[in-house]
């Protein structure tokens, strides 16, 4: 029997008007719950050298009685937050659950990784337990996120914390100046000018305010200024690549899905205010210190650290090469958990390697099965929401789901020459993105086949044969 869905179920673009849209569901309570989620993980990412001397040094009762050295946000997502969502998801039916095309593909996911730690705990990898806490616990938070996506305006929620982050953008921005101006050198880095997880967490929220101001929506230019000149003040190695890949995925994303969404003159009138106040203030950073600034970008970029990495022997090409022969040894299920990393010695004592490319430590560790399972959900997740993205007519969600698109793939390129998503801030931020987005283009594909309350393109591709 065929129930190929024909479009007269929709409706057509003359009969919706923006009125429509503000028939959405309005739970104050869960929307400042969720304000309140993403505030811990910008608090944490911003104090995150501070959290992790305390953890190590066990100095207060309060860093004691923890296990594993769980920092706020493993405490609280893997604690009530997540029972709370778990318990909403289950009780939810019909109309009221949470559309979750692709779940399955989650699912499939954790057996792996579930498989995989248990193998790399078995045979002894020294580092798999480091693995599963930091980037595959964080990933169960995808059904809680699609549950609070259901119950909130994420528009509301994301401009409430535009707001909140302005003031971590101008501390980032003060600690960056009074670095350099000071003297500040890399050797200095990791103790005096903040962590590039701050720089990483405020990217979303500089993000979410250049789709919010180009796409009609109100909203400042000064503060998208004041969140990018907040992320490069440090001047962090990472942060410059990860800031210049969604820049430009932003505005593929302007050109590709913008249609009626995205104002042109507004885009190109941001990149100029960007661009002025980018030039005068980097002008002044570059001065300060007697030119430290300069040195140190000298130093972490144009050196890229050269004499650590002959003093350690970690340089990226030296552990890709190195994880490449372990793959072969066993290149069709992996090694598990906590395999892809090296242990180098030097003068100072022991020196614990990531992999510095995830793909190439998933290969490693879950063997070509587990890499082609893991591309082939990633991709298909991304087609999804950029095609669906093309089709959205809702103007409080398209901005939103721009800019979250933009940053998950952003972070994704970046992870290919980094180890990212160890940061358990970093790593909640992009599971709960990947779960709010996988709400938006679940939405879309259920109101297509089930009919819609407003409107949605006549040249939807999308047809449903059963």
């Not at 008007?17 to 028939?23: G, L, M, N, Y």
């Not at 709370?84 to 593909?105: D, F, M, N, T, Y």
Request: aromatic share 14%; glycine share 10%; proline share 3%.
């Amino acid at each position: 029997m065929s129930n190929t869905l024909h479009y007269d179920n929709l409706v057509s673009d003359e009969d919706w008007s923006p009125a429509v849209f503000d028939e959405r569901p309005q739970k104050a309570g869960w929307e400042w719950y969720l304000v309140f989620c993403f505030t811990l993980i910008l608090l944490e990412a911003f104090f995150n050298a501070d959290i992790g001397r305390m953890l190590e040094a066990r100095e207060y009762w309060f860093t004691r009685i923890v296990f594993w050295k769980a920092l706020p946000t493993d405490l609280y997502f893997l604690g009530a937050g997540f029972i709370i969502g778990l318990a909403i998801l289950a009780g939810g039916s019909g109309s009221g659950r949470a559309p979750s095309k692709g779940v399955l593909g989650f699912v499939l996911l954790w057996v792996l990784y579930g498989v995989a730690a248990a193998y790399g705990g078995y045979v002894g990898n020294p580092e798999w337990h480091r693995d599963f806490r930091n980037v595959i616990l964080p990933s169960v938070v995808v059904p809680w996120a699609i549950v609070l996506a259901h119950q909130v305006r994420m528009d509301v929620v994301m401009s409430r914390i535009i707001k909140i982050s302005l003031l971590l953008a101008f501390a980032n921005m003060v600690r960056g100046l009074l670095f350099f101006a000071r003297g500040g050198t890399a050797a200095d880095e990791p103790f005096s000018s903040g962590s590039w997880q701050a720089d990483f967490g405020l990217l979303l929220v500089y993000l979410l305010a250049f789709s919010r101001s180009i796409s009609g929506n109100k909203g400042s230019k000064l503060s998208v200024v004041i969140l990018a000149v907040g992320i490069l003040a440090p001047l962090h190695k990472q942060t410059l690549a990860i800031f210049l890949v969604a820049n430009v995925f932003l505005l593929f994303m302007v050109v590709y899905n913008g249609r009626g969404n995205v104002n042109l003159s507004r885009t190109l009138l941001t990149v100029i205010l960007l661009m002025v106040f980018g030039t005068i203030f980097g002008t002044v950073l570059l001065s300060l210190g007697g030119g430290a600034a300069r040195d140190f970008l000298y130093e972490r970029i144009l050196k890229g650290g050269r004499e650590q990495e002959l003093m350690t022997g970690t340089g990226r090409s030296v552990i890709w090469k190195e994880a490449l022969v372990r793959w072969t040894k066993k290149p069709v299920f992996g090694e598990g958990l906590g395999a892809a990393h090296l242990i180098s010695t030097y003068e100072k004592g022991i020196w614990w390697v990531p992999t510095h490319n995830y793909a190439l430590q998933m290969l490693m560790q879950t063997g070509i099965v587990g890499f082609l399972l893991i591309f082939i959900v990633m991709v298909s997740w991304m087609v999804r929401a950029i095609k669906t993205l093309k089709y959205e007519v809702d103007p409080h969600l398209f901005w939103v789901r721009m800019a979250l698109t933009s940053y998950i793939v952003a972070l994704l390129i970046t992870c290919l020459f980094g180890y990212y998503l160890a940061a358990r801030c970093v790593a909640y931020t992009f599971w709960l993105l990947i779960g709010f987005e996988t709400y938006a283009h679940s939405r879309f594909y259920s109101q297509v086949e089930y009919g819609v309350p407003y409107g949605q393109h006549e040249d939807v591709p999308f047809v449903v044969e059963g």
